[in-house]
T-cell receptor
Framework: AQSVTQLGSHVSVSEGALVLLRCNYS??????LFWYVQYPNQGLQLLLK??????LVKGINGFEAEFKKSETSFHLTKPSAHMSDAAEYFC????????????FGTGTRLKVLA | GAGVSQSPSNKVTEKGKDVELRCDPI?????LYWYRQSLGQGLEFLIY????????KSGLPSDRFSAERTGGSVSTLTIQRTQQEDSAVYLC?????????????????FGEGSRLTVL
C-alpha cells in the first residue's frame, strides 16, 4: 500500500539554523510530491511541488525540497529558520497510476527558538 | 470566490445532534475533497467528487456520514447522531483537475476548515 512517512512529529530549531523536515514515500510508481504548510487555525497552503523534470524544487518562503528516487525521499529544507516558519508541515503524495487520491503524512510541527 | 470557503468555522454541538458543514470551492474547480484532521493525526480522506461522476465515498468512517455536491459546486458534509469521536477539523479542498501526468498541477486548494466539537 502506498504511504507517506514523516520522521519526527515535532522538530525544534534555533532561529537562523538549518531546517530539515524528512519525508519518505512508498509507491511502486513515483508520485507527484507536495509539501504543504498549515499555520494555526488556517487551512493548508502549498509550499512546493514536484511533478516532473528538475528534482530540486524551490518553493515559497525560501524552502526547497529534493526528490531522490533512489531513496524514495522528498525532504524539505531551508537554510536559515525564521520565527515565522513555526507551523505544521505536511508531505503528500499524489498518486498518478489512474487514480486521483492523495496520501498525506501525519505532519511535523516545527518550533523555532529565539 | 477567490478561495475555498467553509462554514461554519466553529461548531459546538451536543452528542446525538446532526450537523451540516458547507464547502464552497474555487469557481471552475471540478474536483472537491473532504478530509478530517484530528489532533495529532494526519489528514484522513473522507470523500471525493469529480464533475458529474459518482463520488468516491470510500473514506467515510460510518453510515452516519454523508456528503453531496449540488450543481457541481457547493458541497455539504452531514454528520448524523454526532459522537464525541467526531470532534475534529473538517477540511475541504478543491482542485482544477485530476492528477495525470502532463495534465494540470494537481495542487489542492484548502479552505480554513470547520472545527467541530461534540460535547
Amino acid at each position: 500500500a502506498q504511504s507517506v512517512t514523516q520522521l519526527g512529529s515535532h522538530v525544534s530549531v534555533s532561529e537562523g539554523a538549518l531546517v530539515l523536515l524528512r519525508c519518505n514515500y512508498s509507491s511502486s510508481v513515483p508520485p507527484y510530491l507536495f509539501w504543504y504548510v498549515q499555520y494555526p487555525n488556517q487551512g493548508l497552503q502549498l509550499l512546493l511541488k514536484y511533478t516532473t523534470g528538475a528534482t530540486l524544487v524551490k518553493g515559497i518562503n525560501g524552502f526547497e525540497a529534493e526528490f531522490k528516487k533512489s531513496e524514495t525521499s522528498f525532504h524539505l529544507t531551508k537554510p536559515s529558520a525564521h520565527m515565522s516558519d513555526a507551523a505544521e508541515y505536511f508531505c503528500a503524495a499524489g498518486l498518478t497510476s489512474g487514480t486521483y487520491k492523495y496520501i498525506f503524512g501525519t505532519g511535523t510541527r516545527l518550533k523555532v527558538l529565539a | 470566490g477567490a478561495g475555498v470557503s467553509q462554514s461554519p468555522s466553529n461548531k459546538v454541538t451536543e452528542k446525538g445532534k446532526d450537523v451540516e458543514l458547507r464547502c464552497d470551492p474555487i469557481s471552475g474547480h471540478t474536483a472537491l475533497y473532504w478530509y478530517r484532521q484530528s489532533l495529532g493525526q494526519g489528514l484522513e480522506f473522507l470523500i471525493y467528487f469529480q464533475g458529474n461522476s459518482a463520488p468516491d465515498k470510500s473514506g467515510l468512517p460510518s453510515d452516519r456520514f454523508s456528503a453531496e455536491r449540488t450543481g457541481g459546486s457547493v458541497s455539504t458534509l452531514t454528520i448524523q447522531r454526532t459522537q464525541q469521536e467526531d470532534s475534529a477539523v473538517y477540511l475541504c479542498a478543491s482542485s482544477q483537475r485530476t492528477l495525470s501526468r502532463g495534465a494540470g498541477t494537481g495542487e489542492l486548494f484548502f479552505g480554513e476548515g470547520s472545527r467541530l466539537t461534540v460535547l
